[in-house]
């Protein structure tokens, strides 16, 4: 995998929206930290707008002007990072547009989760690196100092790849694996199953987390990548936080994860900060992570 170059100051960073709408205070929350780092922002022309498509779905703007502002950030050379400025649905609708070739010669690291998992996995097609981590309303909400906001920074400046501890939980199969992590919101990724943009594969070490999905949609993805052949053989799997489901009841949503994958002898952690949540803890997709589960609790190095 290709790890794009190390910002400097100086360097351009792109604020795009390639899925929902965005409130203007988060822009400019985004825009202020960005110059704090020392890095210019330069705002996407449609990153600001707002697009109701079919009557009943928020998009930013057009996917013809989605796509405007993200080859632009793509094809612009000083452009070293790109921020996505929020979640939502449409970025899938920009994965056939983005020259893979290109990113290869041209690597830019990519920033954004939720939605944004549809891009990290052109970005992962292509080769490249990529950082699932919270957006613009985390850039507004907290300063420089934040745990988040440091660990970004220092990926992104020093090439400095995280490392977590968390603690035991009463699901996690003990165990340690080494191989590439992929990952990201579950029902993202798995509708790009059975396209070249899929990274749920077997080998790899799978991280998951989702919004607004019921336990029985959760098991019912599961049950599609158990009878794919690729639940029984990911390297190990790394439980995230899923919100905002009916009666938001964890302990169902983990208790029946638990279950799916209780025949596999493969590592498991639990309660994982990766998520719609504050602490939305930075993956680097596509390093080569290490994940050792003990009876003690959980640890995740990437390298």
């Known amino acids: 995998m290709i790890i794009p170059p190390l910002l400097k100051p100086g360097d351009k960073v792109a604020i795009v929206s390639p899925?929902?709408?965005?409130?203007?205070?988060?822009?400019?929350?985004?825009?202020?930290?960005?110059?704090?780092?020392?890095?210019?922002?330069?705002?996407?022309?449609?990153?600001?707008?707002?697009?109701?498509?079919?009557?009943v779905v928020s998009h930013s703007a057009p996917i013809t002007s989605r796509r405007t502002d993200l080859l632009a950030a793509l094809h612009d050379t000083q452009v070293r990072a790109i921020l996505c400025s929020r979640g939502g649905y449409g970025a899938v609708h920009l994965l056939e547009s983005i020259h893979l070739d290109q990113l290869a010669r041209d690597p830019k690291w990519l920033i954004g989760f939720s939605d944004i998992s549809a891009l990290h996995a052109a970005w992962h097609r292509a080769g490249v690196v990529s950082i699932h981590s919270p957006m613009a309303k985390h850039l507004t909400l907290y300063d420089s100092n934040d745990e988040i906001n440091r660990i970004n920074f220092n990926i992104l400046?020093?090439?400095?790849?995280?490392?977590?501890?968390?603690?035991?939980?009463?699901?996690?199969?003990?165990?340690?694996?080494?191989?590439?992590?992929?990952?990201?919101?579950?029902?993202?990724?798995?509708?790009?199953?059975?396209?070249?943009?899929?990274?749920?594969?077997?080998?790899?070490?799978?991280?998951?987390?989702?919004?607004?999905?019921?336990?029985?949609?959760?098991?019912?993805?599961?049950?599609?990548?158990?009878?794919?052949?690729?639940?029984?053989?990911?390297?190990?799997?790394?439980?995230?936080?899923?919100?905002?489901?009916?009666?938001?009841?964890?302990?169902?949503?983990?208790d029946m994860i638990h279950d799916m994958v209780e025949p596999y002898s493969y590592p498991v952690a639990f309660n994982f900060p990766i998520g719609h949540i504050a602490r939305n803890v930075p993956i680097v997709e596509g390093s080569t992570a290490t994940l050792a589960v003990t009876s003690d609790g959980a640890s995740l190095t990437m390298k």
């Open 19 to 55: 899925s929902g709408t965005v409130l203007p205070e988060r822009v400019d929350g985004a825009v202020q930290a960005i110059k704090r780092w020392g890095f210019i922002p330069v705002e996407g022309e449609h990153c600001r707008e707002s697009y109701t498509a079919y009557g």
């Open 157 to 254: 400046t020093r090439g400095e790849f995280p490392s977590y501890q968390v603690p035991h939980h009463q699901h996690n199969r003990p165990g340690t694996a080494t191989a590439t992590i992929t990952g990201g919101n579950l029902a993202v990724l798995m509708s790009l199953l059975a396209t070249p943009f899929n990274i749920i594969k077997p080998g790899n070490i799978l991280f998951i987390e989702d919004v607004a999905e019921q336990v029985y949609q959760v098991q019912r993805l599961l049950y599609h990548l158990r009878l794919a052949g690729i639940l029984p053989h990911l390297a190990g799997l790394i439980v995230g936080q899923f919100t905002k489901h009916r009666g938001d009841d964890t302990t169902a949503m983990y």
